[in-house]
């Protein structure tokens, strides 16, 4: 397959992980990981936007436990 080798760059793993920090309401995760992402210089527009994501996916995740939560109570 065309690309298999190819691995994900230090910036955009940090990007991930912030977004999965947010989303998994990590206060630690997300204090190291935007931290990290800033000393790798990753422009604050791309950091809110990760930040953003993982706002999102919380959100998300949220409202479809809210309602798994009416739906068994």
Do not use: F, W
């Not at 690309?3 to 995760?29: F, T």
């Not at 992402?37 to 990760?50: F, G, P, S, T, V």
Request: net charge negative; glycine share 8%; hydrophobic share 40%.
């Amino acid at each position: 397959m065309e690309g298999q080798n190819k691995m994900l760059d230090a910036g955009i793993k940090e990007l991930i992980a912030v977004g999965a920090s947010v989303s998994a309401n990590c206060h630690p995760c997300i204090k190291y990981h935007t931290a990290k992402a800033r000393e790798l210089k990753i422009d604050e527009a791309e950091i809110r936007q990760a930040i953003d994501v993982g706002k999102m996916v919380r959100k998300g995740a949220a409202g479809e436990m809210d309602k798994l939560l009416e739906e068994i109570s």
